[in-house]
């Protein structure tokens, strides 16, 4: 069975901080990995994907990969209360099939 | 490009009756999917179709689920008969080449 963990929060931080949001994996062969943003009410968005080991920058958002781990995290510098919503997850193996975590609430207070 | 389209968007129906949901991917994918999520289990993969064809079935979960993909614009997930534990919300995503999922906007199920 392969999992996808997330902590499902909630994360709260403070407007401008960094918010930290971390998945582990448990089958080595994944290939492709996502985050995904879910306002409540709403469907799941991407924002970001990785695919090698290393940092991945876009904008605000930062994706981290370590295969060896087993790891992915995303970074959210300077956080708005806009990115207040739930982060999910998700990983790819040898197909199109993606397994998602059960998603992590971000709270982004004023 | 409009999107993933999914109808309807939100569904009532009585326990024992059938329940039609829609999707048209966007054009040129060539991989669907079809979701269900819950507070208690998250995202859950049902099925997915390549090139129309359904790859993976293993997530449905019982014979009063199934599936069709006639064309490569046109999707339906039909349970016959419903039941309260089927209320959820209910994806359909689609993608091309592996660049991530597209999702539409779901249908929330509820079955009393």
């Known amino acids: 069975q392969k999992e996808v963990e997330q902590n499902s929060g909630p994360l709260s931080v403070p407007e401008g901080a960094i918010a930290s949001l971390n998945c582990t994996y448990s089958d080595r062969g994944s290939q492709s990995f996502f985050w995904y943003r879910q306002y409540s009410g709403k469907s799941p968005e991407l924002i970001m994907s990785?695919?090698?080991?290393g940092d991945k920058e876009d904008g605000r958002f930062t994706a981290q990969l370590n295969k060896a781990s087993q790891y992915v995290s995303l970074l959210i510098r300077d956080s708005q209360p806009s990115d207040s919503a739930t982060y999910l997850c998700?990983?790819?193996?040898?197909?199109?099939?993606?397994?998602f975590g059960t998603g992590t609430r971000l709270q982004v207070f004023p | 490009d409009a999107g993933v389209i999914q109808s309807p968007r939100h569904e009532v129906t009585e326990m024992g009756q059938e329940v039609t949901l829609r999707c048209k991917p966007i054009?040129?994918?060539?991989?669907l999917f079809w979701y269900r999520q819950t507070m208690m289990r998250g995202l859950e993969l049902l099925i997915y179709?390549?090139?129309?064809?359904?790859?993976?079935d293993s997530g449905m979960p019982e014979d009063r689920f199934s599936a069709k993909m006639p064309n490569a614009s046109f999707s339906t997930l039909k349970i016959q008969p419903s039941e309260p534990r089927d209320s959820a919300v209910y994806f359909c995503?689609?993608?091309?080449?592996?660049?991530?999922?597209?999702f539409g906007s779901g249908t929330r199920l509820t079955v009393v």
């Open positions: 990785i695919y090698s080991n």
């Open positions: 179709f390549n090139n129309n064809v359904p790859i993976d």
């Open positions: 998700a990983v790819a193996y040898n197909t199109d099939k993606l397994i």
């Open positions: 054009s040129g994918h060539n991989s």
């Open positions: 995503a689609s993608s091309g080449q592996g660049l991530g999922y597209t």
